[in-house]
């Protein structure tokens, strides 16, 4: 009896068995299915890359790369037309303040020193010579004055005597030698005030005169150290402590007045030139401060200048260390700057998703569901760094985001993650 029932459940179990095999397969199909509906798109999942939102101390840097550059460049260039005629320090050279660089050549201009020199001293041995003749003339207007005075005083004392005995009537004098008098000693009076204001007038006369030959005299002197500083400045010389960075002349060449002779530059003075995205640059700000990177060494620093203009989407940035160079800082050396912002105590923030930009609502696919899901929500972000962004509203700590390109499904809303 009992082996006919487990013989008839035996039956029973092999009968059905293939249908709920059947229908487990249908449930998972179903639930597939069902799981395949929750998503528009699926991608891989190690394609993508992850960030997670974080929360804590969060520092604002802006990067950009550029060159070292001199701060204090020199150009030296030829003051007159003249040839090269020697070239004593080559690019590279360390040269002193006063050392020779490049010596010209200008043969009229040392005949015209010479002439200069001959005329200077013509033209001050004539004015030696009219001062002599003035001085001369000048002693015998003195002399006329004085025997002018002269004849007056003696006719006054002349009058004064005949005056007295005219007086008392003693008839010594005449009436006509009385008057007679009167009219000598007028007329020697004014002899003598006409040769005071004769002296007094050639005394103005020389003067004008030695000031008009002193003028000549300074500005041929003038022409002759023009001159000689023309001739002077065929020779080249250094006029700071520096290195010859380029000397574009050849012995030889002729150069004219203006023309670049050789470049200086002091080896101890750099600065850096950082070229900033211009979607980065509006936050930055003269005196905030910079790390260089030269690959070897790092140098603290200070934003000096911010150029006003874009060039090829860049922005320059001049930065000026604040302590010493870094031993391999060298002229044309490229290195890499990082900018400091700012720095935020206790903000959300996440690696700085592609195309997200600072200050701005961007939609953002969202990892949901234990990582089978992203979906696209609306973030405001809030200041961003150089690889990190500010969250201000729409994501929590803890949650994660896709930070890679989402260009080939951005059309979804939902995607699904393999």
Known sequence: MDISRAKQKKSVIKRYWPWSLLVLMLAGAGYYLYFLAQADFAIDGETLVIGQVRQGKFSVS??????????????????????????????????????????????????????????????SAENEAQRVIQESALLDQKTLVLN????????????????????????????????????????????????????????????????????????????LERVRQDVNSLKIYASINSVVQDVPVEAGQRIAMGGNIAKLARQDSLIAELQVPELQIRDVMIGQKVVIDTRNNKALGVVTRVDPAVVNGNVQVDVSFSGELPADARP?????????IAEISDALYVS?????????????????????????????????SVDQIQILEGLAPGEKIIISDPSTWESYHKVRIN
Do not use: C
Not at 84 to 95: D, N, S, W
Not at 332 to 340: A, C, F
């Open 148 to 223: 002018a005075r002269l004849d007056f005083e003696s006719s006054k004392l002349e009058q004064d005597a005949h005056s007295e005995l005219f007086q008392k009537k003693t008839g010594a004098v005449s009436k006509i030698d009385y008057q007679r008098t009167r009219l000598e000693t007028k007329q020697f009076k004014q002899r003598w005030h006409i040769q005071q204001q004769r002296l007094t007038k050639m005394t103005e006369n020389l003067s004008v005169q030695n000031n008009a030959r002193d003028a000549r005299l300074k500005k041929m002197s003038k022409t």
């Open 332 to 340: 044309d050396l490229t290195v890499d700057g990082e900018i400091k």
């Open 62 to 123: 802006v990067r950009g790369s550029g060159v070292l550059v001199p701060d204090n460049i020199q150009w030296l260039s030829a003051n007159v037309d003249a040839r090269v005629e020697r070239i004593l320090a080559k690019p590279g050279k360390t040269v002193n303040k006063g050392d020779l660089i490049v010596e010209l050549s200008n043969p009229k201009l040392v005949q015209l020193l010479e002439e200069t020199q001959w005329e200077l001293e013509a033209v």
């Open 352 to 384: 700085r998703p592609l195309f997200a930009q600072s200050q701005s609502t961007a939609s953002i696919y969202k990892i949901t569901d234990n990582g089978n899901f992203a979906s696209r929500i609306k973030v405001k972000l809030g200041k961003g």
